[in-house]
């Protein structure tokens, strides 16, 4: 299950990796990958505190794209 495929298929989409849409959605695969890693092994401390700071950093991203949309909605109302 290699990464690369989905990638190349996905910015070729959209032509940016660096864009939040991007970057939200290579989190949710990370975190999906880490979470079924840690049903088998239970006792990986580390995954569990990586899978924190993923988690923590996807919640950032998702409040911080929330209120660009709302901006540009209220922005885009007043013009």
């Given at each position: 299950m290699g990464k690369t495929p989905l990638i190349s298929a996905i910015s070729q989409e959209k032509k940016?990796?660096?864009s939040i849409e991007f970057q939200l959605f290579s989190l949710?695969?990370?975190i999906q990958r880490i979470?079924?890693?840690l049903e088998f092994?239970?006792?990986?401390y580390l995954?569990?505190?990586g899978l924190q700071k993923l988690l923590?950093?996807?919640e950032r991203l998702l409040s911080y794209l929330s209120t660009k949309k709302?901006?540009?909605k209220s922005g885009e109302a007043t013009s």
């Amino acid at each position: 299950m290699g990464k690369t495929p989905l990638i190349s298929a996905i910015s070729q989409e959209k032509k940016n990796t660096g864009s939040i849409e991007f970057q939200l959605f290579s989190l949710t695969n990370k975190i999906q990958r880490i979470s079924s890693h840690l049903e088998f092994h239970k006792k990986d401390y580390l995954s569990q505190r990586g899978l924190q700071k993923l988690l923590a950093k996807r919640e950032r991203l998702l409040s911080y794209l929330s209120t660009k949309k709302k901006n540009t909605k209220s922005g885009e109302a007043t013009s």
